[in-house]
């Protein structure tokens, strides 16, 4: 039992007044038509194509235009203004990248190298931040069964990731990026085979377990050579 019964009406209504309920109402309906005009007028199509510069001025909009939803003191007004000035510091400052690849960098960031030659790329892995699993998942949406199949695969700024791959006569032993295969992974090595190190995706000629020359990790798992089927 409950030292106190908890009382639904006052956790979902709370004495609301109805009457302010119409007004929070009209007051979001207003403010997410602005967030919609906002977006359109940036000219993007979608979320997967802003830019980390961008997905922070959508954060800094939520105070603006979620404080005129709920509070009856703040008119929409000066939020109005709000979405008008970063709307204009947003197209200057596009502007300037568009003249100025310096400035395009720092807003937008580079495109990062992940794979080259079937292989992760390590001389940029400091400056790479995803997890191995999120990576893994989009090179399966895409079809890719093993790195054997990629010949390059490159981080764009805006989170997307771009892949080129091998003919299907130069598709090489890669490792596997499906789950089973890659579940049986191991720094011990009974047979001899070709094996990929999880690390980097080198594949070395092996019968018993070692250090990766490449990446000096110890961790391998078999390869696999199938030819990707788009």
């Keep these: 039992m409950l030292a106190t019964e908890i009382n639904f009406n006052n956790v979902f209504l709370n004495e609301l007044d109805w009457s302010l309920a119409v007004e929070i109402t009209i007051r979001t309906i207003i403010m997410f038509s602005f967030v919609l005009i906002f977006l359109r007028s940036s000219g993007k199509k979608g979320v997967r194509q802003l830019s980390i510069f961008e997905v922070a001025i959508i954060i800094a909009l939520g105070s603006a235009a979620g404080d005129p939803m709920l509070n009856r003191e703040s008119a929409i007004f000066p939020s109005l203004l709000v979405f008008i000035v970063i709307l204009g510091i947003y197209r200057l400052i596009t502007y300037l990248a568009s003249r100025s690849q310096r ?3 720092i807003l937008e960031g580079e495109p990062i190298y992940i794979i080259e030659d079937g292989m ?3 001389k940029e892995e400091g400056d790479s931040n995803f997890a191995q699993d999120e990576f893994f998942a989009e090179m399966r949406a895409k079809s890719i069964e093993h ?3 990629v010949r390059t695969a490159v981080l764009e700024s805006n989170g997307q990731i771009s892949f080129l791959y091998f003919d299907v006569e130069q598709t090489k032993p890669g490792m596997p990026v499906f789950p089973k295969p890659f579940g049986t992974r191991s720094k ?3 047979n001899r085979g070709l094996y990929a190190c999880t690390h980097c995706g080198q594949v070395l000629d092996l019968c018993v377990g070692q250090i990766c020359n490449r990446c000096h990790k110890d961790e391998w798992v078999c390869t696999i050579s199938t030819p990707r089927i788009a």
Excluded: A, K, P, Y
Aim: negative net charge; aromatic residues 8%.
């Design 120 to 122: 992760f790329s390590l």
């Design 188 to 190: 011990t090595i009974s």
């Design 147 to 149: 790195l054997g199949q």
């Design 103 to 105: 400035i395009e960098n």
